[in-house]
C-alpha cells in the first residue's frame, strides 16, 4: 500500500525543492497525461533513431522534454506490464501474471494516490485484455473503453484517419476536465495484427495486392516454420508495423494539440512509454512479445516533458524501469510516496541531472497454460551483461550488450565467471520473491479465450 501525504509541510517543501522558482508563493499542482502506447517499439521513432519514422509528434514532445535510452518493462504482457506501472510493484508481487488475472483491490494504484490528492483521474483504454474487471480501473472517476462502440464504427472512422478514443479525450477535455486532472490514454494499434488504416496502409505497404498480410494465422506459421518469408517480405511486415506506430503518431499530436490551444500543457507533466516492445523475426522467425525476454520486447520508450521539471532536449542513459515510474510520478508532483511499499525507485533526481547507481533489470514470463507457446522465463541484466534462464532447462543465455546488442552470441560457456554472478543476482531476486506468485491461472470464459486467442496469445 502507499502511504497518504504524510504532513502539509513535507508537501510545501516537496514542491519548493521540485520547482524553486515557485518558492514564496504557490503554485497550482500539476496536471498528469500518461500515455502507453501498446507494443511500441523505441527504435521505431524518430526521436530514437527510426530512419524512416513518421512520428512527428512523440518527436516533438521529445524534443520540449527529457528522453530515457535505457527504459524497461518487467513484463512484456500488456495487463502485468500495465499493473507494474500503476502500482511499482513486480508481476510477483502484485501477483497479475499475465492476461486473465486481476489486480487485488489491498494494492494501492497511482490513480488512487491522485484521487486522494484531488485529482480528477480519467482513463482512456483501447483492448479488452486492460477491462476495468481486471482491476486497473481502481481510483479512476471514468474508465472508457473503445471496444464497448462497435467494431465496424472504430474501423470506418480509422480509415479516414480518426479515432474513436482520441475523439472521446478531446470532448472529455473540453467538456469535463477539470484541474488538476489525471488523464491515461491507452493506445492499442501497434499491437498484431499489423494493419494500419487509411493513409498510412498505402504509405507503408510496397504490396498491398500480397495474399501474404501480417495477420496472426500467418505469424503464427511464420514462428512455426510453415511460412518462409523472404528478406522483402520481413521488411514488408515491419513496415506495416511502423505504420501503425505513424497512425498512432498522429493521435498523440492530436491530443497535444488539443492541450495546448486549451491553455492547459503548460501545467501539464506528460509521460509517454510502452508496456513492452515487440520482435520483429529477429529471433526465431518470431513477430510478438509475450515469450521472448530479449531487448526488442523488454526495451521501452520513455519521455518525459514538462515545465520545470523535465528539461528540454536532454538525453539521458540512467537505466529506468515501469515499476520506477510510479514513485518518480508522485515525486514529480510532490507526493510522497511510502518507498517501502514499492519496489521501484524515483529516477527524479536523474531529471535533475544527478547521478544515479545502475539498477538492475529483472524480468519475466509466466505463460503456465499448454496452450501457450512457452514455459516460464526470466532474465536480469545489470550494465551491459543479460542473463536469461528458462523453467525446466538447464540451458543458459548469456549476453554482452557491448558487444553483442542484437543477443546473437551467447557467452554463457565462456565467460564463467559472469555467469555465476549473474545467476546468483537472479537466483536471489527470485529467492526473496519466493512464494508470492500465484499458483495455477484463473479461468477464461469463451469470450475471454476468443479475445486472446484473436491477438495470439494462446494458440487453440
Known sequence: MVSSLRSPLLFVFALVFLFPSCAGKERAPMNLLLITVDTLRADRLGCYGGTNARTPAIDRLARGGTLFTNAFCSIPITLPSHSSIFTGLYPRTH????????????HTTLAEVLREHGYQTGAFISSHVLDDKYGLAQGFDIYWKRYNYGRERAERLEEAGEDLLTLAVLDWLRLEAKEPFFIWLHWFHPHKPYEPPGAMRTLHDPSPDSPLQPDVPTLQKVWEGAIDLSDEEVERFRDLYAGEVAFTDQQVGTVLSQLKDLGLLENTLVVLTADHGEVLHEHDRYFG??????EPSLQVPLILSGPGIAPEERILDATVRNIDLFPTILDLLGIPSDPSAIEGRSFAPALQGQPMEDAPVFAEVFPPKEVWKT???????????????????????????????AEKQNLSEDAHEKRAEMERLLRDWIAAREGTAPEGYPELTEQERENLKSLGYITE
Open 95 to 106: 501477483k497479475v501474471l499475465s492476461h486473465g488475472y486481476t489486480l487485488a483491490d489491498e
Open 289 to 294: 512479445h509475450d515469450i521472448m525476454l530479449y
Open 375 to 405: 514455459e516460464p522465463r526470466h532474465t536480469v541484466r545489470l550494465g551491459d551483461w543479460k542473463l536469461i534462464t528458462r523453467d525446466g532447462s538447464d540451458a543458459l543465455e548469456l549476453f554482452d550488450l557491448s558487444d553483442d546488442p
